[in-house]
Nanobody, 122 residues
Framework: EVQLAESGGGLVQAGGSLRLSCAASGFSFGDYAIGWFRQAPGKDREGVSCISSLDGGTYYADSVKGRFTISSNNAKNTMYLQMNSLKPEDSAVYYC???????????????WGQGTQVTVSS
C-alpha cells in the first residue's frame, strides 16, 4: 500500500524559506512519478513541482520557477520541496503525491498525503 506523509509546513514571512518533506512507503521512487501539489482556499489543487522516473521529466509551475526546487533521496524514499523567496500567494496546503501515470508532467490518479499547511505573511 502506498503511503505518503508530509511535514515541514509552517508560518514564514515573505521572502523566507521552508523545506517540505514527504516520507513515502509501499513503493519505489524509481517506478513512480512523484510530486507536490498545493491548494489554497477557494482554488483548485494545482501542480507545483514533479519528478517522473517514468519519462525522466521534471516539472515546475511557472509561478515557482527559480524559487522552488524538488529533490528526492531514493535510499530514504523521501521527497523534498525547497521553497525560497516565498510570497503570500504561495500560502496553501501542500500535498505530495505518487502515481504510475503522468499527466501534464505530474502524477495523476495516484495516492496523496494528508497535506501540510504553508502560510506566508506579508
Amino acid at each position: 500500500e502506498v503511503q505518503l506523509a508530509e511535514s515541514g509546513g509552517g508560518l514564514v514571512q515573505a521572502g523566507g524559506s521552508l523545506r517540505l518533506s514527504c516520507a513515502a512507503s509501499g513503493f519505489s521512487f524509481g517506478d513512480y512519478a512523484i510530486g507536490w501539489f498545493r491548494q489554497a482556499p477557494g482554488k483548485d489543487r494545482e501542480g507545483v513541482s514533479c519528478i517522473s522516473s517514468l519519462d525522466g521529466g521534471t516539472y515546475y509551475a511557472d509561478s515557482v520557477k527559480g524559487r522552488f526546487t524538488i529533490s528526492s533521496n531514493n535510499a530514504k524514499n523521501t521527497m523534498y520541496l525547497q521553497m525560497n523567496s516565498l510570497k503570500p500567494e504561495d500560502s496553501a496546503v501542500y500535498y505530495c503525491t505518487a502515481a504510475r501515470t503522468v499527466v501534464g508532467g505530474c502524477p495523476a490518479f495516484g495516492s496523496w498525503g494528508q497535506g501540510t499547511q504553508v502560510t506566508v505573511s506579508s
